[in-house]
Each structure stands twice: as structure tokens, then as C-alpha cells.
């Protein structure tokens, strides 16, 4: 009788490893940053500059507190009852007597000066004791109503006592940390617009997808994420420099996954699908500038945001701050040519394998024969019409598509033209809506601030257009 088979290890794993990109969310959102876990790494939060070891082998998700020596692991807290807004025998919320009313606002109310929190300090005091002293020498904090206490506390637990939330890098974080400070970057993409991109162009185990990612890697990164190294990625690029995807090294992808990502001209494709069969010439050409450094930028060569997290990076996370976002891509140290390991022992994207490789002979020559099973166009700063008109002879047909743009005009004229040349059906342009909601207790209401626009997609599905010359 033969063995069991063994259960397949996970793609990702759920806890750090040594050498993985993170997401460290401080103080709730308030300073978002990724990091690559190198045994240098440090993050300043305040006046402390933190190791991030403690964070090696730790499960995504955990919460860490600002210590004496360092980053330091959250004790469990237990799951707060509500007692002070419901009752406990109907569970009906309790009526409020107590109003902010006869408060004022004259630095008056606190007894504690600046010169004891500092001795404090000195003497070892943890953030959560400072605030607690806070609370206790406050004259007015008694008389505040019950949400006000909550906003006291949490303003001054981020100001003492800072705490930092280990993020896994994904689809979600990584596309919600960059529309929140740097939306131009990813073409103003939002994240539900993204998800409806995905399901639209039907991306799933096993396809073979064609993506012209002119947005950093968001998309081309999404698409491998989705496919778990079961399927194929191909970004293609106009002209001969490839658009950068540098945001791809961000996911923690396997290496499995990341090899099944590949990079071609489009000029190559369009070629390759127009002649008989697949010629040398073109592959060679494909090695000659795809599998160069300009495929993958070194860190000279990476975006703006290297430079933006070096200059943020000194910032303090005080309640009084604006939101700082980090969305660099951290230096590269000598460890990393070895493989990174996860913890279960498998080859986790080590620096020597960058996705964007050029697709073998072979891979090109199944893509002419079957076509790509989707396409996904994100490319706001280039002429929609006449790059899907170039695109769609690619896909095989009944294969679907999406195409996003921050503009409509540009959607609807292609829409047209193809609803003219008869290439595709089901074409519709759909503008995603979200709305988010704050659910707290007794006080359960949309967002004061939301983001009213998340650009607009045309979908559809390829089909084979009759030849007028042949009467079809």
C-alpha cells in the first residue's frame, strides 16, 4: 500500500524570516513602512532607534511595543467587554450622564509637568506607566464622557507608548500603503478597483496571463500572488526599455512563483504572433534586453521611494503628525545572495532571482499556438485604443480582459472601436465605489473622510471577428 502523499508545504510562509520584506503599521496607520529584515535593520520610532531581530520568526500579525532595549512582544490582552457603553444584563447600551460641557482647555488639568515624565523615563518607567500617571494626576479626565476617556488614552498611548503591528506584505497592504500617500505611483489605483480587475479578467490557478503593468509592479505582482506558481505572468512593455516592477520584490514571493514571471516587448509578441514560426532572432533580442539589469532597476535606478524613506525615516510618530508612509524597497546587504529560507525550509525569492525574466523559446512559441488566457491593461500615460487594438489579436478567444484608466474618455473611445472592428462582446465600463464605515459601539457611521474616486474599467471578452473579404 503505498504512502500517503505528504500535504503541500505553504507558498508563503506565516511567520518572518530572516531577509523578508515587512510591513510595519506604528501607532494604527499612523506611519506605515517596509522593511527588508537584514541583521543591520533599524527603525526610529520617536527618539529610539529600534533592531528589527525580535521580529525574526514572529507570526505576521503580532503586536510589539516600544521597550527600554527595543522592540518588545505584546502581552495578550484580554477582549474588552464594553462594560462601560452596554449593560451586562440586556445588553442595552447605557444612557451617557456625563458631558464634556464644563471642560476647558487651559493646561490646567495636569498635574504631571514635563520634568517628571522625563524622570520617569530615566528611571525606566514603561510607556504604559507614563500614560497610566497621566491618567491618574488629570483632574478632568473623571468627568469626561466614556468615549472621551477612550480618545484621551489613545492619544497619549501613541505619544508614550508607541506600538507597531507586524504586516505580511500583499496585494491589500501594499496597494492600500501606496494610494495613501502615493497614488500617482500606482496610477491612482485603489484597492477594491484592483480585486475587480483580478475577477473581471478571470485570473486563476493555471493561467497564462498578459499584463502591461505601468504601474510599478502593483498589477504583474497582484496577478503571481493570485496564480500561487501554478500559472504564468507576462509583462510586456512598449519601445525597448522595460517599465519598471520593482514593487514585485515586495510580496515575499517563492521562487517557484517568481520564475514563472517574464518580461517581453511587445514589439517581440506582436512579431512572434504574426510569423510562421518562432525565429532565433527574437529570442536573442529578448535576452539581449530583458534578462539585462534594466528588466529588474538596481537600487540606483529604483524609484523615488528609496529616497523618501531615507528622508522620512528620522520623523517622529507622535498622535500631532501627519500620516508617513515608507514605501521603499530596503537595501540590498551581502547575506541575501545566499537563499532565504522560510520556516519550513523551502527557497523564499533569494536576490539572485528577480522576476522579470525573458520567456523561453518554448514558452513563446505555446503562447503563439494558444494564445494568453486574460490580459490586464494598467497603463494610464499611454494611448488606450491603439495598445489593446495591438493586444487583443494575443488573447485566445472567449478569453477575457480588463483595462483600467484613471479617465473615462480614453474608455469610452476604446470601447468604440471596438464595438466598431467587432473584436470583442459583453464590453462595459464600470466606475468601483467604496464606502468605509466606522463600527464602534453607539457610534457606528461612514467615514468623515473617504475617497470619492477610484478610476474606471472597461472589461470584455475577445472574439473572432469575421473577414469581410471572406463573407464570414
Not at 55 to 62: A, Y
Not at 94 to 108: F, H, I, P
Not at 120 to 129: F, Q, T, Y
Not at 392 to 398: I, Q
Request: with cysteine; proline share 7%; net charge negative.
Amino acid at each position: 500500500m503505498a504512502p500517503p502523499p505528504t500535504p503541500p508545504t505553504p507558498v508563503i510562509p506565516r511567520e518572518a524570516w530572516e531577509g523578508c520584506s515587512v510591513l510595519l503599521d506604528i501607532n494604527d496607520g499612523d506611519r506605515l513602512a517596509f522593511f527588508r529584515l537584514t541583521p543591520g535593520a533599524t527603525v526610529n520610532i520617536g527618539d529610539k532607534s529600534c533592531s528589527l531581530q525580535p521580529l525574526v520568526g514572529r507570526p505576521f500579525g503580532s503586536l510589539f511595543r516600544v521597550g527600554p532595549s527595543g522592540l518588545v512582544p505584546c502581552a495578550a490582552e484580554a477582549p474588552s467587554q464594553g462594560k462601560d457603553v452596554y449593560d451586562g444584563a440586556n445588553g442595552q447600551a447605557q444612557v451617557e450622564t456625563r458631558d464634556n460641557r464644563s471642560l476647558v482647555d487651559n493646561n490646567t488639568a495636569q498635574t504631571l509637568s514635563s520634568e517628571d515624565i522625563e524622570a520617569m523615563k530615566r528611571e525606566g518607567a514603561s510607556g504604559d506607566a507614563i500614560v497610566e500617571a497621566l491618567i491618574t494626576n488629570s483632574s478632568t479626565f473623571g468627568n469626561k464622557t466614556v468615549f472621551s476617556q477612550e480618545k484621551y488614552k489613545l492619544k497619549k498611548q501613541k505619544k508614550y507608548a508607541p506600538k507597531v503591528l507586524l504586516r505580511r506584505p500583499s496585494t491589500r497592504s501594499i496597494c492600500e500603503t501606496y494610494f495613501k500617500k502615493y497614488p500617482a505611483r500606482i496610477g491612482f489605483m485603489r484597492v477594491d478597483t484592483l480585486s475587480l480587475m483580478l475577477s473581471m479578467a478571470n485570473v486563476g490557478a493555471y493561467s497564462d496571463v498578459l499584463v502591461v503593468d505601468m504601474v510599478g509592479g502593483l498589477v504583474a505582482g497582484a496577478v503571481a500572488e493570485r496564480l500561487g506558481g501554478t500559472g504564468y505572468v507576462c509583462s510586456t512593455y512598449l519601445g525597448s526599455a522595460s517599465s519598471s516592477i520593482d514593487i514585485i520584490r515586495m510580496y515575499n514571493l517563492s521562487g517557484d512563483m517568481t520564475s514563472r514571471i517574464f518580461q517581453a516587448r511587445l514589439n517581440d509578441l506582436c512579431s512572434l504572433q504574426n510569423s510562421g514560426d518562432a525565429p532565433s532572432a527574437i529570442s536573442d533580442s529578448i535576452q539581449g534586453e530583458v534578462v539585462e539589469p534594466g528588466a529588474v532597476p538596481d537600487e540606483s535606478t529604483l524609484a523615488q521611494p528609496v529616497d523618501t524613506a531615507l528622508s522620512d525615516e528620522n520623523a517622529r510618530s507622535t498622535a500631532a503628525q501627519p500620516i508617513d508612509i515608507e514605501v521603499a524597497e530596503p537595501a540590498m546587504d551581502e547575506h541575501l545572495n545566499r537563499d532565504c529560507k522560510g520556516s519550513n525550509g523551502t527557497s523564499i525569492a533569494p536576490k539572485s532571482l528577480r522576476a522579470g525574466k525573458a520567456p523561453s523559446p518554448e514558452r513563446m512559441k505555446y503562447w503563439k499556438e494558444h494564445g494568453f488566457s486574460s490580459l490586464i491593461v494598467a497603463a494610464p500615460g499611454h494611448e488606450v485604443e491603439s495598445l489593446v487594438a495591438d493586444l487583443l489579436p494575443l488573447l485566445s478567444y472567449s478569453a477575457p480582459f480588463a483595462i483600467y484608466h484613471q479617465h473615462l474618455q480614453p474608455l469610452a473611445t476604446c470601447m468604440h472601436s471596438l464595438q466598431v472592428s467587432k473584436m470583442a462582446i459583453g464590453l462595459q465600463i464600470i466606475e468601483p465605489w467604496l464606502r468605509e464605515y466606522q463600527v464602534l459601539p453607539s457610534r457606528t457611521h461612514p467615514h468623515m473622510q473617504m475617497n470619492a474616486f477610484g478610476g474606471y474599467i472597461l472589461s470584455g471578452i475577445r472574439i473572432h471577428s469575421p473577414d469581410p473579404c471572406n463573407g464570414d
